[in-house]
T-cell receptor, first 111, second 115 residues
Framework: AQTVTQSQPEMSVQEAETVTLSCTYD???????LFWYKQPPSRQMILVIR??????QNATENRFSVNFQKAAKSFSLKISDSQLGDAAMYFC????????FGTGTRLKVLA | DGGITQSPKYLFRKEGQNVTLSCEQN?????MYWYRQDPGQGLRLIYY???????QKGDIAEGYSVSREKKESFPLTVTSAQKNPTAFYLC??????????????FGAGSRLTVL
């Protein structure tokens, strides 16, 4: 069965610092999409960043960037200049014909 | 503003009762989905629909039913056959029917508690 693993249930970061959230996945496909979704305390999930597996260049969205290592099946999220509003659950997901979500990492931002 | 509206936000059910969770979108999205979220388990797919009057079972469809009579609406009924229905339910939609490659837009969720 295909899986997405987030090995860090919880992480903390000081405001203005950088934090990296880890995600690994299992797949036999060569073409797929990877996503990071954020679930703030309001619980409405929003897209943070998306990566297409056939693109070698790492995706970037403002303070959010990914380190996509296709051979290692790794897709980590780096948050730079962390802000209090970044505190949330972060879910990694892999998609081909269906979405598979990881179990999430709770990020705390310390003032 | 376009988006997905889920109602009610909180719902309490007695054992043996069916309840229906509403999901409405005004994004003109073709595909709609229902996910269940439990602590420590991520999101699990219950049902999805790619077009009106058609839907498919997801990974945990037992004890649930859906309908898709209108493009905008995808209600989920939690039946008495669902043995452990207490959970947070998320509705989502995507612009295309090519499930898995489209970005999901989520509603704010509904919390169901069985008394």
């Amino acid at each position: 069965a295909q899986t997405v693993t987030q090995s860090q249930p919880e992480m903390s970061v000081q405001e203005a610092e950088t934090v990296t959230l880890s995600c690994t996945y299992d797949t036999s496909e060569s073409d797929y999409y990877l996503f990071w979704y954020k679930q703030p305390p309001s619980r409405q999930m929003i897209l943070v960043i998306r990566q297409e597996a056939y693109k070698q260049q790492n995706a970037t969205e403002n303070r959010f960037s990914v380190n996509f290592q296709k051979a290692a099946k790794s897709f980590s999220l780096k948050i730079s200049d962390s802000q209090l509003g970044d505190a949330a659950m972060y879910f990694c997901a892999k998609a081909t014909y269906k979405y598979i979500f990881g179990t999430g990492t709770r990020l705390k931002v310390l003032a | 503003d376009g988006g997905i509206t889920q109602s009610p936000k909180y719902l309490f059910r007695k054992e043996g009762q069916n309840v229906t969770l509403s999901c409405e979108q005004n994004l003109n999205h073709d595909a709609m989905y229902w996910y269940r979220q439990d602590p420590g388990q991520g999101l699990r797919l219950i049902y999805y629909s790619q077009i009106v009057n058609d839907f498919q079972k997801g990974d945990i469809a037992e004890g649930y039913s859906v309908s898709r009579e209108k493009k905008e609406s995808f209600p989920l009924t939690v039946t008495s056959a669902q043995k452990n229905p207490t959970a947070f339910y998320l509705c989502a939609s995507s612009i295309g029917s090519r499930y898995g490659t489209n970005v999901l837009t989520f509603g704010a969720g509904s919390r169901l508690t069985v008394l």
